[in-house]
């Protein structure tokens, strides 16, 4: 088994080297601007050297047969309780340490688990361990131990850097890059709020939350509880990077900077009993569906109150905990709560409540005696409506109060103290954020139906470029019998359908009066209701169902499973949106319905008006590729069996549709901006047996080909990808792995095809930040947005000084502060690509959504792309519940739609 796990993570190297394109002059168009950032340079001082050790310390204990076991706390996890009780312990070790051990000299910097750097030689420490053992005293989170063990040696990879290697940081082809300065860079920048216990609580090296936000000035209601099991933390998000720093086109200074922004994240309440916590969420007395429970609570790590032990929940029971048994050691069936109660002398006050079973040794527990361990950021999975919803309105800030709180929340990492000016990490107490010379792109023109208007936001044309044409098909309302409505879930309908039908047929649609026109009340489950009502409307001969539901019926995933099974297109629409149309006259609400209705119906409802902009090139097929990936699985679960638990999922989007009802004179124009998409599920990246995710992906390639030729009646001799869902250290991979996927797929296809290939990386897991220099102000009782205006370009001083990066800001922020995406050039094979060229093609394709009349934050194609990534997993989830393992071959067969085509989702929040 170990052989074969090595041989799985050999095939996890990269399979050739990745080739960057070479750093080229940042673009020229539009007008100059000077902004501001949320970027901080630092001063490094010259010629200081820092040698790094390998520092381990271990909690040495009693075993019930007398042997030693051992306990590692410098040992990296996941796990925020157990990250924070291990850095506890590190931090105390050291600290004796550092007062008591005459080795430990010079200044010294300690990432609080196995790294150290010291601005001296430590005496007598070699590439061999060298040993101490201490009282276990020296620590407080290992009661039970006899002794504390430490073992101090020179770091094996890089064990001396100095501050004058900033240009070996970065490297264009990722080979040569070296990490050592960068560590001590992010560890010198964090040493205050590090051993600043009472104040913050550092996650990582960078996420630094405050224990304490009113000495900051932050008010209650901008850290609110959310319901009664969670509240908001507010905190700092800090991160090093190498910039280019010059001023000049051109220049590179290898600046080294802070990038600092506000964060706030969801925490569960510690010590809250997990009895309480259900109640708390679903109500007191209640019984919350298994699956429900799995979904909110699942991962969550709970301390016992019955021992001093902590466990992970990994699952319930199917019935009440009450009833739960489990085999003694006798081999005698035993109640669960008798076992407790008898044993531990607790009593169980809710036997009703499913049981909680241990992730990792399957042991029953009743939720009476666990309680929510401390320090738990709420996972993305925990994540319930309410969670999502105070997050999103607590994170908009305006731009001016977002820039006076992070500069102040800078502050707390006091990198102008004697104790930063010893290890020659420092920034000024004045410090000024960094000015970043910008451009403003001009408008894009846009054609309708009739007339043209132009970007970044526009009134829409009378008529659609492409109006879609339904012969047959169905609406359905679905209703709850109970409360008191605003309106009459029936005269909403009513009038709701008939505004539809002309709306669209004003617009060029035809939509004639629907051939079933039902009403369902919902009584209980929903599923099957959906289920019956798209099943009647299959039978029928009918293309499209609309359903208008109660804004209390959850039926979207039914529904657009449904739409997977019988191959017909859905959309559901809320009871309150309909009644905006129906009775209050919502003007904009109506077309913002139908024009997501034409677009899914394969219609178009503008289109970019022609100019020598790449994306209008009649051989180049467009791609979006956002790729899902679930929890990654380690070197040690894989070695010892472990199978994934979940898929990753591709979403694919591409301009290879043909649309030919548009009028002849724009249907080539159409056709190049109809972004058709699909997805399929894969296997996660690291996993290498059966179908690897790099041959998945090669295959939609393949058929997104394929599709652009038969419905084009060409082949694309450019094929352009935008690349989405990227961190930084996925950027070797995707120049390398999936850049020789695409290039296997072309040579499938035929031997001497070699299309020009770009490949352009697509961000929005960064922090940096993009203010005006001088907030604009409003008149007495008006409103102004103080956001930099969509359009915007960043591509000097502030981006890497060996890559092809630029920010752009395409979309207008609805609440908040906006946020550019960031783009690096991968690759370009023609080596013909101005910086100019691909800046106004990605600003040109996020105003091809359609289902608003405004740009979006990443280009279409990747939109679309990401959406459609996003249906699959909810209808995996959906379908599949809490699946402990799957298989490839059956849920893309079941659950994966049959081929690109069409616009299979178009989400408008509607």
């Not at 939720?367 to 607590?394: M, Y």
């Not at 209701?529 to 001969?541: D, F, I, P």
């Not at 591409?654 to 649309?659: P, W």
């Not at 894969?682 to 390639?701: D, F, I, S, Y």
Request: glycine fraction near 8%; hydrophobic fraction near 35%.
């Amino acid at each position: 088994m170990a052989d074969t796990a090595a041989t799985m993570m050999s095939k996890m190297t990269l399979s050739s080297t990745p080739s960057l394109v070479a750093k080229r002059e940042p673009g020229k168009a539009g007008r100059a601007v000077d902004i501001l950032s949320n970027i901080t340079p630092i001063t490094l001082k010259k010629n200081v050297a820092y040698f790094k050790y390998d520092l381990r310390m271990y909690a040495i204990f009693s075993k019930k047969d007398g042997s030693e076991g051992t306990r590692e706390f410098s040992k990296q996890t996941r796990d925020d309780y157990n990250e924070q009780e291990r850095k506890k312990a590190c931090t105390e070790i050291f600290l004796h340490l550092s007062k008591n051990q005459p080795i430990f000299r010079g200044d010294l910097i300690y990432d609080r688990a196995a790294i150290l750097f010291s601005t001296l030689k430590l005496d007598g420490v070699t590439g061999t361990d060298q040993k101490f053992s201490l009282s276990p005293a020296v620590q407080s989170v290992c009661p039970d131990a006899i002794r504390v063990d430490v073992t101090i040696k020179q770091a094996a990879d890089t064990f001396q850097v100095t501050s004058n290697d900033l240009n070996s940081c970065v490297n264009a082809d990722f080979k040569n890059e070296s990490k050592g300065l960068m560590e001590v860079l992010n560890l010198a920048t964090s040493q205050i709020p590090f051993f600043s216990p009472k104040d913050y609580i550092v996650y990582g090296n960078g996420n630094i939350y405050l224990l304490e936000p009113n000495k900051f000035g932050f008010q209650d209601n901008e850290a609110p509880s959310i319901g009664k099991d969670k509240y908001t933390g507010i905190g700092l998000s800090k991160g090093v990077k190498i910039l280019e720093g010059n001023n000049k086109p051109g220049g590179k200074d290898y600046m080294p900077a802070l990038v600092l922004d506000v964060k706030k994240t969801a925490f569960h309440f510690d010590n809250h009993l997990l009895t309480s916590k259900i109640e708390a969420l679903y109500g007191p007395n209640q019984f919350p569906p298994l699956a429900v429970l799995n979904r909110d609570l699942k991962d969550i790590r709970c301390l016992t109150t019955h021992k001093k032990a902590s466990i992970v929940i990994g699952s319930f029971t199917n019935g009440p905990v009450g009833k739960a048994t489990f085999t003694d050691r006798d081999g005698k069936q035993t109640s669960v709560v008798s076992y407790y109660e008898t044993r531990y002398n607790v009593k169980i006050t809710r036997p009703d409540l499913p049981g909680v079973i241990d992730k990792h040794q399957r042991n029953i527990y009743p939720t009476d005696i666990l309680k929510v361990a401390p320090n738990q950021r709420v996972k993305a999975s925990q994540q319930t409506k309410e969670t999502v919803e105070t997050l999103i309105k607590v994170s908009a800030i305006k731009p001016e109060i977002r820039f006076k709180q992070t500069q102040r929340l800078a502050q707390l990492l006091q990198l102008h103290s004697k104790a930063a000016e010893a290890t020659g990490v420092t920034v000024p107490a004045n410090q000024p954020p960094l000015a970043v010379p910008a451009r403003q792109l001009g408008p894009v023109g846009l054609l309708g139906g009739q007339g043209s208007m132009a970007g970044p936001s526009w009134r829409g044309s009378n008529r659609f470029v492409v109006g879609a044409k339904v012969e047959k098909w169905a609406a359905f309302l679905f209703f709850n019998g109970g409360g008191r409505p605003r309106f009459n879930p029936h005269q909403v309908f009513q009038g709701f359908v008939p505004k539809l039908m002309e709306a669209g047929n004003r617009k060029g649609m035809f939509i004639p009066p629907p051939a079933i026109s039902d009403a369902i009340e919902v009584k209980g489950h929903v599923d099957g209701l959906v289920s019956e009502a798209v099943k009647k409307a299959a039978s029928a001969g009918c293309t499209f169902v609309l359903i208008v539901s109660d804004d209390r019926i959850k039926s979207h995933d039914q529904l657009k499973y449904e739409e997977l099974v019988y191959k017909i297109t859905t959309q559901e629409v809320t009871l309150a949106k309909a009644a905006q149309v129906a009775f209050e006259g919502k003007v904009q609400t109506m077309e913002n319905i139908i024009m997501k209705t034409n677009v899914k119906l394969r219609g178009m409802n503008h289109v970019l008006a022609g100019d020598n902009g790449l994306h209008h090139s009649s051989d180049a097929i467009i791609m979006g590729i956002f790729v899902q990936q679930p929890r990654g699985m380690s070197a040690k679960e894989i070695e010892g069996g472990a199978m994934p638990s979940m898929p990753a999922v591709i979403g694919l989007s591409a301009n290879n549709g043909n649309l030919q009802a548009a009028p002849p004179q724009q249907r080539e124009l159409a056709s190049q901006q109809y972004f058709t998409t699909a997805y399929k599920f894969a296997n996660p990246r690291e996993w290498m047996t059966g179908e690897t995710q790099r041959q998945t992906l090669k295959k939609m390639v393949i058929d997104a080909l394929k599709q652009f030729k038969e419905n084009r009646g060409k082949i694309p001799n450019k094929v352009i990808v935008y690349r989405g869902g990227v961190s930084e250290g996925m950027l070797p991979y995707i120049a390398s792995v999936e850049r020789d996927a695409f290039h296997a797929a072309f040579t499938e296809l035929n031997a001497s095809y070699k299309p020009a290939l770009v490949i352009i990386a697509c961000s929005k897991e960064h922090n940096e930040r993009f203010y005006h220099k001088v907030f604009p102000t409003a008149a007495p009782g008006a409103r102004v947005d103080t956001n930099l205006p969509p359009g915007l370009i960043v591509d000097r001083v502030a981006v890497n000084p060996e890559l092809n990066e630029f920010y752009l800001q395409s979309h207008k922020a609805l609440q908040g502060t906006a946020k550019a995406t960031k783009y690096t050039l991968l690759h370009e094979s023609s080596g013909r690509l101005t910086n100019d060229a691909i800046q106004h093609m990605t600003n040109a394709l996020c105003h091809l959504h359609e289902v608003v009349n405004s740009t979006t934050a990443i280009p279409t194609p990747l939109y679309v792309a990401e959406e459609s990534a996003k249906r699959a997993v909810n209808i995996y989830h959906h379908v599949k519940g809490i699946a402990e393992n799957y298989n490839l071959d059956e849920i893309n067969r079941t659950l994966s739609p049959s081929g690109l085509g069409s616009r299979i989702n178009a989400r408008a929040g509607m």
